[in-house]
């Protein structure tokens, strides 16, 4: 058996072993304290017979005083005396009504008891003035002497329950060692469960630690050969944004041209030509711009920033963006805060964020019957605001979710996997941070933070600089 189902095992069986050990020492716990209670209830017992005894020796002392003096209180104090005989017997009895046998000593008790107090109440009811007749009452109780009959059960009475306490303790004694026993052989038992329990489950995570280090040396390898090829990709990038300038450059000059030449005709259609002329002349100066920030930020690490407006990049970005969604629509929501419009960024490079998000949300919406895209922002602490841009397209898989933002991760059979992560460099370079959490109305959500310009300009002052390092933002 293997240590990962072995030690589970015996790791359960330990903690039943301690649950039973508990239960044990509960019960212990349980059965003292219904000692104290036995030991409690034989003292209230004989407490209750101490009492109609001396109830008894009472009314006796009371008859033979008021017999002998005739005071009325000795009549008096015989019969509250005799009133509490009867109270003290029901209380005796509720006492013991758990013992058979008790039970029918009281009633027999009770019994005697009332026979004695009723020849004691006839000696008083004929008094002083009747002396001679009450004598003879006297007389008679010497004959059957019921008082002594009395005490001998009230003493029978105090021995048995007394007897039947010892008998208790006894068994208690002998279930709390037998207890006690057990519990030390389960201890034991436990104890030695918790000891190889515990070296097996060291012994699994030094198995567990070992090919961790396997997959961490794994994972150092595999990072490696990525940075290998992002180091590749770095310098491809800026040999291809130095070719690329050149063409760009002359496509805008050919425009240019075109548009004064077109200044100079008569053609009909002159004013739609030449206002596409100048969009097309626009858009080729905006990819030079991309190439060029691109090259900078590959070959320096820098990234310019200026106080700009979020709403208007966010335009920007959705015009261009639409080009891809004219067969397919999608509803697009706008929730700006106008308090937070205000932003410290290279204006192209967060272009090109928004692009790539809103981008992949119109290809990930393609296909569904609903296509809807929000796009917000609101104020954080900090001075940062967050935009969150959400989608309602199948969402992400769960295989590629944690490695979203890693360079050449992509879902997409034409895509190369490198429009998120390097929206990620882009939006760590001016200091935010960029997630990404499924919409709960099916889609995926991308919240990411920038710097506020207010914030920005009167942390550092109104001259601060506009050139700074991309990785500490």
Known sequence: MSV?????????????LFIVIASVLVSNLVRLRESFS???????????????????LEAESNERAFLLTGIDAYA?????????LVSRFESLRALVSDNGDQVASVDALRAVAVMRITQMQAAVDLGPAKLPQALDILEQTRIEPLTERIETMLSTMMRGEQARLMQRQSQLDSETFNAALITACLLILAVAGAAITAFLLEHQRALSRERESDLRLQRLQA?????????????????LAHELNQPLAAVTNYLRGSRRMLDQSSHPEAAKIGSALDKAAQQALRAGAVIQRLRDFVGRGETERTPESLRAIVDDALALASV?????????????????????VDKVQLQQVFLNLIRNAF??????SERKLFVGSGPLEADM???????????LDASIAERIFQPFSTTKAEGMGVGLSISQTIVQAHGGSIRTEPNPGGGTIF????????????????HWPARTEALTG
Do not use: K
């Open 4 to 16: 990962g189902v072995l030690a589970p095992g015996l790791l359960v069986a330990t903690l039943l």
């Open 38 to 56: 036995w030991v409690q209830h034989t003292n209230d017992v004989i407490s209750a017979v101490a009492g109609i005894q001396q109830a008894v």
């Open 76 to 84: 008096a104090d015989f019969g509250r005396t005799r009133d509490q």
């Open 223 to 239: 990072e490696l050969l990525r940075v290998a090829r992002l180091g590749t990709m770095g310098g491809m990038t800026s040999a």
């Open 324 to 344: 891809i969604s004219r067969d397919r629509p999608v509803e697009v929501t706008r929730n700006l805060d106008p308090t937070v419009d205000l932003v410290m």
């Open 363 to 368: 290809e990930a919406m393609r296909d569904q």
């Open 385 to 395: 605001v967050e935009v969150v841009i959400a989608d309602c397209g199948p969402g």
């Open 447 to 462: 919240r990411f933070t920038l710097p506020l310009a207010e914030a920005m300009q009167y942390r550092h002052g109104p």
